[in-house]
């Protein structure tokens, strides 16, 4: 079972609502565009140009949605991100030169580039070759790594642009005690309630 699977049913177990694991949203595109990223747009593609895109590639790939790991619907109204090992790159690490001040995040942004710091080295090794091939955007060795980067920038920066909340996030080594059994049942919701309190304890809507 791939280790979202188990975190998302906690999540929702902690908030007692079901997720929408496969939730498409007309804004949240695998291509950058001005109509989506709004007064954004100008820092997505300095971002884009920083990780080496290819404009050529990236008009010529077909147009597809990104697909969150799951949304929690109303009174939530946020996408949730569970962040694995891979996601730690130094291409992540270089997203967040471009944040605008103004994006709201539901996580640490300081504690996400240290964990890119530590451990960028294993982040790039793991998984099958197909981790680290090029793609049309990025044709470059790690170009899927760079990809990945670029488009968990999508995932920040968008909602709070299209009304929903910020997008929550929680990295694979914040909930080591659960992942390594450390923590189960009762005692895990438990920890998992006060990760996702600490996230949400800025939301206007909760």
Not at 38 to 61: C, F, M, P, V
Not at 71 to 83: A, L, T
Not at 95 to 116: D, G, M, N, S, W
Not at 158 to 166: I, R, V
Request: one cysteine or more; aromatic letters at 16%.
């Amino acid at each position: 079972m791939r280790l979202e699977v188990g975190i998302i049913a906690l999540v929702e177990a902690v908030f007692g609502t079901t997720a929408e694991r496969r939730a498409q949203f007309d804004w949240l595109r695998n291509k950058p565009s001005p109509e989506n990223f709004r007064e954004h747009y100008d820092a997505a593609i300095a971002l884009y140009t920083k990780l080496n895109g290819d404009s050529e590639g990236t008009t010529a790939k077909a147009d597809g949605y990104l697909i969150p790991d799951a949304y929690f619907p109303e009174p939530y109204h946020f996408i949730f991100e569970f962040d694995e090992l891979q996601h730690f790159t130094e291409y992540r690490e270089q997203t967040f030169q471009f944040y605008p001040e103004k994006i709201p995040l539901a996580y640490a942004p300081q504690k996400y580039k240290q964990f890119c710091q530590q451990h960028h080295t294993a982040a790039l090794a793991k998984g099958p070759a197909r981790f680290r091939r090029p793609t049309a955007d990025f044709p470059y060795a790690n170009g899927r790594a760079a990809q990945r980067a670029f488009f968990d920038m999508f995932r920040d920066w968008l909602p709070p642009l299209h009304g929903l909340n910020p997008t929550v996030r929680l990295a694979e080594f914040e909930v080591a005690p659960i992942l390594n059994g450390e923590l189960t049942n009762e005692q895990a919701k438990i920890y998992m309630e006060h990760l996702l309190r600490e996230r949400l304890k800025n939301f206007r809507s909760l």
